[in-house]
């Protein structure tokens, strides 16, 4: 079911807010302790909370398509008296005294909070496996990754224990989830959505935004989540003004040809209804990426300066990024900042031609856990660069980014295709996601 | 300049990650004009509703 499905479900009184709490409350005692995708189970304020607004419907009140919804914090997001860990021994304790304002936000648009999401370590990786509060599962296929660093909230979602998840993604920890996890994750343009009160990792780089089951469920979370709508641009008249590039060079080599194959067949079924795709030569994601790399391991490691004398309070990978990080030079960091502006011209003049670009979320379906590296035309290449190496570019640009199912494996994992567009056109990728995932659900059933 | 606090069998294996790293992005900046700005300019139009919380 999906939030839109609840919601009329609500209104016709075929079910109550509890019932949808208690159901997805089940889901978790039944699930959670294969998956792990909670670290923090709020039961007994979410059933008291969806019973309140039970009493608010029947009173006439309605607070909008999330009344009643139940929803998961990813766990580096404060709430107030409910333990927000970052996924870290650091923060093992830590209980805010506030909400972050996009869970004010959220609260006040009805939502009902189930608890906290796991994560990788301080957000800081892809695997989710953590080595503070235990590996989270891919519910497709246990003995895989469901991707990170929001991966309790991809599992969350993929499995019914929430019907939306809050995510951050600082290199692609929304859209990787999403695409291993067979879910759909909206990274919107740098800056729209409050984040304030959240853990940071990367500051001009981290992004916040939800992780659902369906593209027009993503676009009722990101209403919700919003301080100023108005800075969002209008949704096109209809899919036929919309010119979709799909790049010639880079995004469709080192890719396993099951995803090659999946996503440019979600280009072409773009076409069937109308869309224009067009080849398009994109500029060096390389050197983006390099941008993105040193960027994050400056950032992080300026962030978690004061914690350094604690080393045996961090997991090994971690660690070992912020002793990268503390070893380059401002010079190149700043360098870094030049070279970011350089290619974020390069991608507005790219994006005078086209609306949207087309490409796979990951190379990759889901690795297996502990997996070092992967196999990639013929190539042994590292786990974390290969599966960063097609979204991580996206939080140098700012741009928005939305990854949706478009097929799956021989193996039964799912495909994510991603689709980029232009600095607050977060209402195109939307409306575009929407009429790709109505056309794909015909001959292809994602989650 | 400070005593650095990363261990020395830890630094030994930075190196191989972060040197061509950073080779790259050198290589990238000597190609830049001058008078290019950091985005970090542009940025901070993004997050003027941080509130400091």
């Not at chain 1, 302790?33 to 009173?59: G, K, M, Y």
């Not at chain 1, 060096?284 to 490691?301: P, Q």
């Amino acid at each position: 079911m999906t939030i839109l499905e609840a919601g009329q479900a609500l209104r016709s009184r075929r079910v109550s807010c509890l019932e949808l709490t208690d159901h997805c409350l089940d889901q978790i005692a039944k699930l959670n302790p294969r998956l792990n995708a909670f670290i923090t189970v709020t039961e007994e304020s979410a059933r008291a909370h969806a019973q309140a607004l039970d009493r608010e419907l029947a009173n006439g009140r309605d607070r909008g398509p999330l009344h009643g919804i139940p929803i998961a914090h990813k766990d580096l997001i404060s709430t107030k008296d409910v333990r927000t860990t970052s996924g870290s021994k650091l923060f093992r304790d830590h209980v805010p005294t506030v909400d972050a304002p996009i869970v004010e936000k959220l609260t006040a648009a009805g939502a009902v909070m189930l608890g906290k999401t796991g994560l990788h370590e301080l957000a800081y990786g892809v695997t989710s496996d953590n080595p503070h509060f235990g590996t989270i599962r891919n519910p497709r296929a246990p003995s895989r990754t469901p991707g990170g660093s929001s991966g309790g909230s991809g599992v969350a979602v993929a499995t019914g224990m929430a019907f939306l998840a809050t995510g951050t993604d600082t290199g692609g920890s929304i859209r990787i989830p999403a695409s291993f996890c067979g879910v759909v994750g909206l990274k919107p343009t740098y800056g729209l959505v409050n984040r304030s009160g959240i853990q940071p990792l990367g500051l001009s780089l981290d992004h916040i935004g939800p992780l659902t089951r369906t593209v027009a469920d993503a676009g009722v979370a990101l209403a919700a989540m919003l301080d100023n709508a108005a800075r969002l641009r209008p949704a096109p008249g209809s899919c036929q003004y919309i010119r979709i590039g799909l790049p010639e060079n880079f995004y469709f080599t080192h890719i396993v040809s099951e995803v090659r194959d999946a996503v440019q067949k979600a280009a072409q079924t773009a076409e069937r209804f109308g869309v224009r795709v067009t080849q398009v030569k994109v500029p060096d994601i390389d050197a983006l990426n390099d941008v993105g790399r040193i960027i994050l391991l400056a950032e992080a490691s300026a962030l978690y300066q004061p914690y350094f004398s604690r080393r045996e309070d961090f997991g090994a990978d971690v660690l070992a990024l912020l002793d990268q990080g503390r070893l380059v030079p401002a010079t190149d960091y700043i360098n870094a900042q030049r070279i970011r502006k350089m290619l974020v011209s390069e991608f507005c003049a790219l994006f005078s031609t086209i609306d949207c670009l087309l490409t796979p979320t990951t190379p990759t379906t889901a690795p297996l856990i502990g997996q070092k590296q992967v196999e990639l035309d013929g190539e042994m290449v590292d786990t974390r660069l290969a599966t960063t190496r097609l979204v991580r570019g996206v939080n140098v640009l700012g741009f928005p980014a939305l990854s949706m199912p478009c097929g799956q494996s021989a193996e039964g994992l799912p495909i994510g295709v991603q689709m980029i567009a232009r600095p607050f056109e977060e209402h195109l990728l939307l409306v575009l996601g929407e009429a790709l995932e109505l056309e794909l659900s015909r001959t292809t059933r994602p989650s | 300049m400070l005593k650095s606090e990363i261990p020395e069998d830890q630094i030994e294996t930075i190196g191989p990650i972060l040197n061509p790293l950073l080779a790259r992005l050198r290589a990238q900046a000597e190609t830049l004009p001058p008078q290019a700005d950091s985005a970090l300019v542009y940025l901070l139009g993004a997050t003027e509703h941080e509130d400091g919380r």
